[in-house]
């Protein structure tokens, strides 16, 4: 017979919480974060911020275009460094320091 684990989601909560905020339960590397966003912003985004969109967009496109020869280069280079965690993070660091 399986046995089941029953966790509570977080052990405490502190601040206000109200009848528009969104509670957000995530987890990343293994530990568990509870988080809340009270009154997000739902505006247009401002000009820096559709700047810096686009970069991201711009470095994802060409890190999906890269050929087989690019990325095992790529993949050399990621494993001699020790400062990113994983290679997408490695690439996309790669090409926002290019632009």
Known sequence: MSKIKLEAPFQQFRGKVCKHSQIIFKEMYGTKFTS???????????????????K??????????LSEQELQAAMDAF?????????????LAQELKKS
């Open 79 to 91: 494993a001699k460094q020790s400062k990113y965690k994983t290679l997408r993070g490695y690439l």
């Open 36 to 54: 809340q966003i009270c009154n997000p912003y739902t505006g247009a985004p401002s000009t820096a911020q559709s700047a810096q969109q686009s």
């Open 56 to 65: 991201m967009t711009a470095a994802v496109a060409k890190i999906a275009a």
